[in-house]
């Protein structure tokens, strides 16, 4: 990566080192994990390039509002508290070329009729987030990656670099934080708009639930189906029409991995003087950055939105505490988000012990199970995949594991797109491996699709039903 690096001038060292200081207001602690050991951050070509970006990024608007921010924490606090569900779904990594009207309206259209499938087999409020507007930064296994004998640096997501596979895309450009700005506040434009125009209309998204169990090969799900849509007309012939069925509330997330960019959103909130991430409302750390002294977990620590940590199968109970230690010393319910990753075929072993320690504990965090992560697999046709099946087993060792040790199953976070893609093996109307060939678009992770995703809404509300 060395020959990525300018020979830098001492000024501009000067004027990138001025650049990270600045951003938001000084605030005590806010740039502590500049001095910590960092993992997976980018080495950007042109230090005079990520001055001037950083500069812009910290006089930009907020992207979303720290009062919404506060709404989040209440609502995952209910789910904590066994009163909500979470819902998380998105592209494993977004991309700029991706965030045309039609995609993002289709992923949050596939998302809210999960989510009214999910509410009617949990009779709980289902909170709605998206894996949007701005997942564009990605831990990579490898700092490198080699085609045909040639190595290039990794593909670390839009925001650092390009999926082409070319030194000029690949080149580290901190140009591109200016445009996973721009690109999410466009996404976010358009979900405010979607979400709270009329598009989302309860009566709408359930139409349109009616074409998945159209299909012959959903023929199973037809009896959920029908009692959602009986409580449904039971409702329309009463006539209520409120609010609530118009709008919805939709929460954006993603990643803060790249620390750079999270800093440089970071503001000081008027009204409480807490330093908020602006970038979005709820950030995870994930399961590559998140050793307890190293600077994922100091930044994350001192902002007051929710935070969520990926927990793989290496983690142990005493791992969960000294994190709920750092991350919610005041033990505050909403604060904490634990999205566990086993893989099905560790699911069951390793997550109790987990789950009792930190109840033993007295903190209240809340649950959510990813079951993609820990079930990657590479296709005889050399794409990275997941079996549908994996994916289903490992909620259902998620909800097991939670009603043995009478705790609550609080969410569902999956990486899935509204479109017809073809990346995850299975389904009732399944996909196989010849089908990657003509239908496999995503630059990072292996998404559900469309269909994919609305059986897993359908299989998890039986099981919430029960
Ligand atoms: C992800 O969510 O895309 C990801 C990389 O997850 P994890 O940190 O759990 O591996
Ligand atoms: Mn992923």
Redesign the pocket.
Known sequence: MTELSTAATNDSIAAFEAASQSGAADYPGLDTWRSLPINQQPTWADPEVFAASVKELSILPPLVFAGEVDVLRERLAAAAQGKAFLLQGGD??ETFEAATADRISSRVKTILQMAVVLTYGASLPVIKMG?MAGQFA??RSSNDETRDGVTLPAYRGDIVNGYDFTPESRAHDAGRMLRAYHTSASTLNLIRAFTTGGFADLRLVHQWNKGFTANPAHARYESLAKDIDRAITFMQSCGADFEALRRVEFFASH?ALLLDYERALTRIDSRTGFPYDTSSHFLWI???TRELDHAHIDFLSRVRNPIGV?L?PSTTGDDALRLIDKLDPNREPGRLTF?T?MGAGKIRENLPPIVEKVTASGAQVLWVT?P??GNTVTSKNGYKTRRFDDVMDEVRGFFEVHESLGTFPGGLHV?MTGDDVAECLGGADPIDEAAFEDRYESV??PRLNHMQSLELAFLVAGSLAK
């Open positions: 494993c990594a894996r990605k831990p990643e994930g399961e590559r990926k793989g999205i990753r990813d993609m992560h990486e990072c992770d």
